[in-house]
């Protein structure tokens, strides 16, 4: 995209040149404007394609780091879902803190895998965003100290599906973005929730980012549990990988 804006810029750069020295209806003067419909294209189409898909151009020399991509897309976020975040920061920062740091290990991940650009600023903007459906969750579970109770642990299991009503509502996200908030608890099996999806309805970047949701949350240090050391999480999760994972016990993350 930048490649693209520069050449416009530079076709622009000439046709500005060419009409001042042109004369009126000579082959110059034409060219001049064709040049300069050409240049003003290949600057707005780039920039329209951007907003459209809520993103930014990658840079025209060098990548940007995991950390950096989350950071970017966390400051072309709404003011209104900045609002959402402010407010769920003020109601629990333990989940403030595990979602940037979701979202960074998400895009991480999804570098190694080879997902293209947009596919990890999406996996950004979920990260992020993927626990907003907590503000929906009464403080009395979202801050127990200890297990959850069934009931309990039905009122934590609303949160995915909340959260992608909540971000559908403000009409700024794509399908991608909505499916990683609302899936993000699915298994591959069925097991998981708030769908039962099976492995053929859950996009790979919700599987990346419920691996980073899991490894996050239990090398976390939580009110009911130390922090767990990465190689016991690892062990953790290539056990169980493509099973029901059994969360009740881990406040559901």
Partial sequence: SDVIVTAGLVA???AA???ANAF???????TAHVLECLGLAAMCIPATRDLAR??????????LSAADIVADEEAFLDGRVHHLMLQ???KDDVTEDHTRRVATLAVRMGEHLGLDAASLRDLAAGGLLHDIGKLQTPDGILKKPGKLTDAEYEVIKRHPGEGARMLSEVGKFNERVLHLVEAHHERLDGGGYPNGHYASQIYIEARILAVADVFDALTSK?????AWPADRALEVIERESG??????SWAAL
């Fill in 222 to 226: 939580r009110p009911y549990r130390v």
């Fill in 24 to 30: 009126r209806n000579d082959m110059l003067w034409w």
């Fill in 88 to 90: 769920l920061g003020r």
């Fill in 17 to 19: 040149w060419g009409i």
């Fill in 12 to 14: 622009a750069i000439f």
């Fill in 54 to 63: 809520q993103t930014s151009s990658r840079p025209l020399v060098g990548d």
């Fill in 243 to 248: 099973q029901v994972v059994n969360i009740s």
